[in-house]
């Protein structure tokens, strides 16, 4: 045997891995792979928790700054039958339960068309309702009346509108001038002294989840603008 030969064999066997080493190279790939897939599925979770927390944030936001609109272009007027059991316009906050009923006529219904048949004038009223999905998840309802009448609200027409998904509870507290106190509840229609009367002020208080599950808390107030009924009575 020629010295060439034993070099050209000895390289050959140089040349190629052994099985120790093909399953090194195959680890290490996998581990490379793992890491890599890891990082962008961190990446991609951490991308849609953040898109979550803006829109749930936003919907919260967005139902606060409603509900303030609504409240700051409350009215009362004296323009209307006064024997009426129903009045056309009133301001009625109940007490008590997660979730209170509040109805009161605003000039907040906003008018698309400008020759439509309709008038800014408006009954609003916020109440709780089950999700049709998950009957274990309450959802804030805003209901606004189409027309102003002495009917019953459950008679009269209205647009249904989900202000807030998953709300547990809502508080709402009226700033009595004249007292110089807070009440959790206000009766424009009653024969107290409350009665034609508007609180100058709505404290408003949210509170519900955001999309990591965590509670969150929100409060605002609102400034009734039209604090004297209106009167075209000469």
């Keep these: 045997m020629t010295r060439n030969d ?17 399953m090194i190279a195959i680890s290490i790939m996998v581990l ?12 991609l979770a951490a991308k849609n928790m953040g898109e979550a927390m803006e829109s749930r944030n936003h919907e919260i936001r967005l139902a606060m700054g409603r509900v303030v609109a609504d409240f700051e272009a409350a009215y009362l007027s004296k323009n209307e039958e006064s024997a009426a059991s129903n009045p056309r316009t009133q301001f009625v906050g109940k007490s008590g339960g997660a979730i209170p009923e509040i109805r009161f006529s605003t000039f907040g219904h906003r008018v698309l068309w400008a020759d439509a048949n309709e008038s800014e004038q408006t009954l609003i009223s916020y109440e709780p309702i089950n999700d049709r999905n998950n009957p274990t998840q309450t959802n804030w309802l805003r209901r606004e009346q189409r027309r102003l009448s002495h009917r019953t609200m459950n008679e009269e027409p209205a647009e249904y509108d989900i202000l807030l998904r998953d709300v547990y509870r809502v508080t709402f507290e009226f ?3 004249n007292a110089q106190a807070w009440k959790d ?10 009665r034609g009367k508007l609180p100058s002020r709505v404290r ?8 990591k599950g965590n509670e969150v808390k929100l409060s ?3 400034r009734i603008l039209m604090q004297e009924p209106l009167n075209f009575v000469q």
């Design 6 to 22: 034993s070099h050209r064999r000895g390289y050959a066997a140089q040349a190629g891995l052994t099985l120790i080493e093909v």
């Design 32 to 43: 490379m792979m793992t890491l890599a897939w890891s990082t962008i599925s961190n990446t």
């Design 175 to 177: 700033w009595d001038w």
């Design 185 to 194: 509840r206000w009766d424009s229609t009653s024969s107290d002294g409350e």
């Design 204 to 211: 408003i208080t949210i509170v519900t989840k955001d999309a």
């Design 220 to 222: 605002s107030q609102a």
